[in-house]
């Protein structure tokens, strides 16, 4: 064994004699003594031995003693004075010497160590998922390991840009909170070292906060700070601290791990307040959409991949029901109209526009609704599929019909009202000029003159048609008004008895002949609607008759489905349709040269059917005869 | 002066003839009771030029045709007599849409209301003069 005299930058420690029983000891390095012992004192005169108990630790001479005795090289690492040494133990056993031989490794220890905090940190850290978590990794994961007196994690608060505490490890000092916070709760950027560590986005070392202004004192007087900035992205997001007691205690080594564990914390506090934001914007929309005004759906490979609330609530089905595979989606949509099926169509050959149309859908109890639905094709990882938005404007298209058939219906009443006045006028007028005429022409001068007595039989006359046509006007009217009906079984044959008896006068000199075949002989129906139908039907029979041959006129009844089918048939002068249908059962519309015909007969029978909901068509052939059906609804 | 008068009112052609009596050089050549009756009096005058009317006066509210299926065929007999007569229309209607619908005819010269009065003769006779 040839270790010999120390080198010059080498710690040494003189030979250690286990013989002798007080040997002369100093263990020395870099030229400077850090260890002696009670006899080596007496020999030192300027070894520094503060701190030194003024003997070899009892662990290094074990470890000599134990070398020797198995004669074995050992190495073992001591901690002396804050500094980690390395030390060789050389048994020499003839001379009966251990010689030692010391390297100073306090920075690869501390660099070990480090490796290890911080590899136990990042895989801590896989754990965290907030901000919060994150930062209560930093104090329990990493400073907790790294023999720091305490620790403060602060984070910048994103609303008003305030570093803010959010966790510590361990001050000694028994008045904080256990696991709690030490120190100022919330700090501006340049307030404090703290706050200027985040203001100049560099790491502070102060080796004794009593000289820097900066210092904010904290829960105990300390001498020595580090604050290290967490930046993301280049900007500061939050700021790891550490006091100590004594001066000068945070080197550069201290700088570079907590910069270390700053850059990793910046990464995981992005990555979890990036989850945070979407997650937070996810409930946010999700919310909006479950909500939602209109009804939302999406619609792939012919199912629905998603329906909310809404939706839910204007078809009547459950989210389950609509969300099954097999749900009929036929059994929904009922009738779409030609934009919809135009719409269908085109998305089917691979349209992908946006496309707006209306659907009728029927709920799941059978209501309709109609729905205004906007469809616009989007794609995922999963493909193409169709987001739907659907407005219930049941309302809306219910009104806009009640309206559109108000609008009608009055329009109608207004053109008949406008009809009916100028028919009024017209033939009130007529009678009226000839009432004036008449009197022009009248001899006053001479009341006995042979014109005179004409003129007034002519004005007579005249007079009487004004009577007959207020008389029809009023007729007119009354259909017009008339709201409630009086349904009274009426045997058709004894009206028929009756008209015959009422017109026997016309009939028997025309020899006109009414045949009759009821298979239905008895109707419910309002009765004076019934006589006034027989009546102008059989009298325009008598009336247009042919005067070649027999006329009759042929009536038959029979039933048909829900109503009453009556057939007046006759071998009368017929009508010639193309040119009168249109104005067949229009108001003083008249088709024959004959002063009895004044065009309101067949006006008013057509009005009082189509009040009870009857129908009259007619089929005539000019000079053969005319047939007219009638559809009554009987009670 | 030639007149054709077509109305089925009895009374009005009654007050007519009176009013005719009493103007000079009128003379009423033929009263039909509708359009189809004086398009068949004017087939008839083809052949007997002294029936031949210079103004015909018509009605429009009549059965079996009114005056303007009268007046969507006479032009067809007139251009068989080259002799285009003018017409007056007579009516008791006061509806704005029967003068827009005769201003569309070119045969229709005027139109009068009733009663017929000896001042619408005479406008009538000058009318018949001018064409």
């Known amino acids: 064994m040839k270790h010999q005299t120390k080198e010059s930058d080498q710690p040494y420690l003189s030979p250690y004699s286990i013989r002798n029983p007080n040997p002369i000891i100093t263990l020395s390095a870099c030229g400077e003594t850090i260890y002696a012992n009670a006899a080596a004192k007496t020999n030192v005169e300027t070894g520094d031995t503060e701190g030194s108990d003024g003997l070899i630790p009892k662990k290094i001479v074990d470890t000599a003693v134990f070398a020797f005795a198995n004669n074995e090289e050992l190495v073992?690492?001591?901690?002396?004075?804050?500094?980690?040494?390395?030390?060789?133990?050389?048994?020499?056993?003839?001379?009966?010497?251990?010689?030692?031989?010391?390297t100073d490794v306090t920075k690869e220890v501390k660099y070990q160590e480090y490796c290890s905090v911080i590899s136990a940190f990042s895989s801590a850290l896989l754990d965290a998922h907030t901000e919060e978590e994150v930062a209560k990794t930093i104090a329990s994961e990493a400073i907790a390991r790294l023999s720091y007196v305490d620790c403060v994690v602060y984070l910048v608060d994103r609303k008003d840009h305030k570093l803010k505490?959010?966790?510590?490890?361990?001050?000694?000092?028994?008045?904080?909170?256990?696991?709690?916070?030490?120190?100022?709760?919330?700090?501006?950027?340049?307030?404090?070292?703290?706050?200027?560590?985040?203001?100049?986005?560099?790491?502070?070392?102060?080796?004794?906060?009593?000289?820097?202004?900066?210092?904010?004192?904290?829960?105990?007087?300390?001498?020595?700070?580090?604050?290290?900035?967490?930046?993301?992205?280049?900007?500061?997001?939050?700021?790891?601290?550490?006091?100590?007691?004594?001066?000068?205690?945070?080197?550069?080594?201290?700088?570079?791990?907590?910069?270390?564990?700053?850059a990793i914390s910046a990464t995981s506090i992005r990555r979890s307040r990036a989850m945070e934001d979407s997650a937070h914007t996810e409930a946010k929309f999700r919310s909006f959409v479950d909500n939602a005004f209109g009804g939302l759906y999406i619609h792939r490979n012919r199912e629905f991949d998603y329906v909310n609330e809404r939706f839910c609530e204007m078809v009547g089905y459950t989210a389950e029901e609509l969300l099954e595979p097999d749900f009929d989606m036929a059994s929904l949509i009922i009738e779409p109209d030609a934009a919809a099926a135009d719409a269908m169509e085109a998305r089917t050959n691979g349209d992908r526009s946006p496309k707006s149309y209306q659907l009728k859908v029927k709920t799941k109890n059978g209501e309709l609704r109609y729905l205004a639905v906007n469809t616009a094709i989007l794609s995922d990882k999963n493909g193409y599929f169709t987001l739907g938005i659907a407005l219930d404007i049941t309302e809306t298209i219910q009104s806009r019909q009640q309206l559109e058939e108000v609008v009608q219906s009055l329009e109608k009443k207004s053109d008949e009202l406008n009809e009916f006045a100028h028919l009024a006028s017209h033939n009130m007028r007529a009678p009226v000029t000839n009432l004036i005429g008449l009197l022009n022409h009248f001899d006053y001068q001479n009341p006995a003159a042979p014109l005179n007595a004409e003129i007034l039989e002519k004005f007579g006359d005249t007079v009487?048609?004004?009577?007959?046509?207020?008389?029809?006007?009023?007729?007119?009217?009354?259909?017009?008004?008339?709201?409630?009906?009086?349904?009274?079984?009426?045997?058709?044959?004894?009206?028929?008895?009756?008209?015959?008896?009422?017109?026997?006068?016309?009939?028997?000199?025309?020899?006109?002949?009414?045949?009759?075949n009821f298979e239905v002989e008895n109707v419910k129906y309002e009765k004076s609607h019934l006589e006034n139908l027989f009546m102008n039907l059989i009298s325009n029979a008598l009336t247009y008759?042919?005067?070649?041959?027999?006329?009759?006129?042929?009536?038959?009844?029979?039933?048909?489905?829900?109503?009453?089918?009556?057939?007046?048939?006759?071998?009368?002068?017929?009508?010639?349709?193309?040119?009168?249908?249109?104005?067949?059962?229009?108001?003083?519309?008249?088709?024959?040269?004959?002063?009895?015909?004044?065009?309101?007969?067949?006006?008013?029978?057509?009005?009082?059917?189509?009040?009870?909901?009857g129908t009259i068509s007619v089929k005539s052939e000019p000079n053969v005869g005319s047939t007219f059906t009638v559809k009554l609804i009987s009670k | 002066?030639?007149?054709?008068?077509?109305?089925?009112?009895?009374?009005?052609?009654?007050?007519?003839?009176?009013?005719?009596?009493?103007?000079?050089?009128?003379?009423?050549?033929?009263?039909?009771?509708?359009?189809?009756?004086?398009?068949?009096?004017?087939?008839?005058?083809?052949?007997?030029?002294?029936?031949?009317?210079?103004?015909?006066?018509?009605d429009l509210n009549m059965p079996v045709m009114d005056g303007w299926g009268f007046l969507d065929s006479y032009g067809d007999i007139c251009s068989k007599a080259s002799s285009n007569v003018p017409v007056c229309i007579l009516s008791s209607t006061i509806n704005q849409a029967d003068f827009d619908r005769a201003n569309t005819y070119e045969s229709v010269k005027s139109f009068f209301s009733k009663p017929i009065t000896s001042e619408q003769l005479h406008t009538m006779k000058k009318i018949a003069e001018l064409y």
């Open chain 1, 464 to 516: 009487d048609q004004l009577n007959l046509t207020l008389e029809e006007m009023h007729q007119v009217l009354r259909v017009r008004a008339q709201k409630s009906f009086n349904y009274n079984t009426v045997n058709l044959q004894d009206l028929v008895d009756g008209i015959r008896l009422r017109l026997s006068k016309q009939i028997k000199a025309s020899r006109f002949r009414v045949v009759t």
């Open chain 1, 76 to 102: 073992e690492i001591f901690q002396l004075k804050n500094q980690q040494y390395s030390f060789t133990f050389c048994p020499d056993i003839e001379t009966n010497l251990v010689h030692l031989f010391a």
């Open chain 1, 545 to 613: 008759r042919r005067n070649d041959g027999t006329p009759y006129i042929q009536i038959q009844s029979s039933r048909s489905g829900d109503h009453i089918q009556l057939e007046f048939k006759d071998n009368g002068l017929g009508i010639d349709l193309e040119k009168h249908e249109k104005n067949l059962f229009g108001m003083y519309k008249r088709f024959h040269d004959n002063p009895e015909g004044r065009g309101v007969g067949l006006y008013l029978v057509k009005r009082q059917l189509s009040a009870l909901g």
């Open chain 1, 165 to 262: 505490q959010r966790a510590a490890h361990g001050p000694q000092n028994p008045k904080t909170p256990a696991g709690g916070t030490t120190g100022p709760s919330n700090l501006r950027f340049g307030e404090g070292i703290v706050g200027a560590a985040a203001m100049e986005k560099k790491t502070l070392i102060i080796d004794d906060v009593t000289k820097d202004a900066r210092y904010v004192v904290d829960d105990a007087q300390r001498y020595s700070e580090i604050a290290v900035p967490i930046i993301a992205e280049g900007e500061v997001i939050g700021v790891i601290d550490s006091e100590h007691p004594e001066k000068d205690f945070f080197t550069k080594e201290d700088a570079k791990v907590l910069e270390a564990i700053a």
């Open chain 2, 1 to 58: 002066m030639k007149i054709m008068v077509i109305d089925d009112d009895s009374t009005f052609l009654f007050i007519f003839r009176k009013q005719i009596e009493k103007t000079e050089e009128i003379e009423i050549v033929n009263e039909s009771k509708n359009g189809m009756e004086a398009l068949n009096a004017l087939k008839s005058a083809l052949d007997d030029r002294e029936s031949w009317p210079d103004l015909i006066v018509l």
